[in-house]
């Protein structure tokens, strides 16, 4: 997918510095550095945190829905120390019509340092980039990108795998693993960046899921990405793999339109339920970004078993954010906690 502004597409160059739009604009060490920098912010004294980022000032502008994202950029930047505030389209001057753009430059104009922004349109944080020159990081934008959740992943797999090499993450630190990316492929912006992440990392990714979620286009493979269409078969190749991840997924509703899909076939061939990850893949790690839907995507049995590592993503996401956020703000901070 090519992402343009009203002048074409950008680079990374052309928008602030700390700015996180796409994971592509991520070097494997840029990306070894934050996670580096979560791990150093999660053992980190709370005091010695509150002061990383005392008086800095950071917006949330969220266009859409969210529980885990919000509230943990928001926890994250108040544990810096920074002050915050929420601007959602639903409560808001938005309402009235106001633009992305004047929205942005309103709230750099009360001081804000840094937007996290949440938008249906694909694109949305190229735009606020361009328009405030401020550092933004993108919290999902429509069926694009949700890099902050791809980076959470990555963290929740490196330490919850067996067998990770320890040290600093580098482009073989994921060789083994097989992650299985089951569901809504089309519309997920989860998918997407962690498609494009992880294989960086060494992994490979197979994505599964029906013609209609899942068409050949939906991502532009890349190296080592493939399509799997059978789920069984699938889950066996990450089970067999010793090192297995299955990340389930939401149908997105909200964008969906015209899908026809047979719920009760869906379930029969895709859902990962106790009795499947039992037979195909029972030491794989389970994953879902949230939010899920219990009886559908997966059984509850399964999202409360073992196996199950949803609320370490939660957990990971607070010092991924926190990593951002000071990578966002404070580059001379961010060198001292990756150290
Ligand atoms: N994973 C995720 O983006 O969840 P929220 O929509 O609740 O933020």
């Known amino acids: 997918m090519t992402i343009s502004t009203e002048q074409g597409a950008m680079k990374k160059s052309e928008y602030a510095g700390g700015s996180l739009l796409t994971v592509a604009d991520l070097t ?20 010695e945190r509150a002061r990383m980022l ?21 926890l994250a930047a108040k544990s ?20 992305l753009k004047d929205t ?42 949700h890099p902050s959740q791809a980076l959470l992943d990555a963290r929740t797999m490196l330490t919850r795998l067996p067998g990770i090499p320890a040290g600093r993450v580098h482009a073989k630190t994921l060789e083994g693993v097989t992650v299985v990316i089951t569901g809504d492929i089309l519309h997920s912006r989860v998918a997407r960046s962690n498609a494009m992440l992880l294989p960086r990392l060494g992994a490979r990714v197979l ?5 209609p979620l899942l068409p050949e286009h ?29 990340m389930m ?12 899909l047979d719920l009760a076939d869906y379930i029969a061939r895709y859902q990962l339920n106790e009795e499947r990850l039992a037979a195909c893949a029972p030491n794989a790690l389970v994953m879902h970004p949230g939010p899920m839907i219990r009886g559908l995507e997966i059984a509850g049995e399964v999202a409360d078993g073992p196996n199950s590592a949803i609320e370490d993503q939660v957990r990971h996401g607070l010092f991924i954010r926190m990593a951002l956020l ?14």
Request: with cysteine; charged share 25%; glycine share 12%.
């Open 218 to 246: 939906a991502l532009g493979l890349g190296s080592g990405v493939e399509i799997e269409r059978d789920f069984d078969k699938a889950l066996k190749r990450a089970g067999s793999s010793g090192k297995g991840v299955v």
């Open 28 to 47: 494997v060490d840029e990306v070894a550095a934050i996670l580096a920098a979560a791990g150093s912010l999660e053992t980190m004294h709370p005091v």
């Open 207 to 211: 994505l599964c899921g029906p013609v």
């Open 54 to 74: 005392a008086g800095r000032r950071v917006a949330l502008l969220f266009y859409e829905s969210s529980t885990r994202t919000r509230t943990s950029f928001e």
């Open 80 to 99: 810096l120390g920074a002050t915050t505030t929420l601007v959602s389209d639903k409560s808001s001057s938005i309402e009235k019509g106001e633009s």
């Open 104 to 145: 942005g430059l309103t709230l750099r104009a009360l001081g804000a340092e840094c937007i996290i922004l949440r938008h249906p349109n694909s694109g949305a944080p190229y735009l606020l980039a361009k328009s405030t020159g401020l550092p933004v990081l993108n919290a999902g934008d429509g069926m694009h990108e």
């Open 326 to 339: 000071v990578r966002a703000l404070g580059a001379g901070e961010f060198e001292s906690v990756t150290v």
């Open 249 to 260: 997924l939401r149908i997105q509703r909200e964008r969906v339109v015209g899908l026809e």
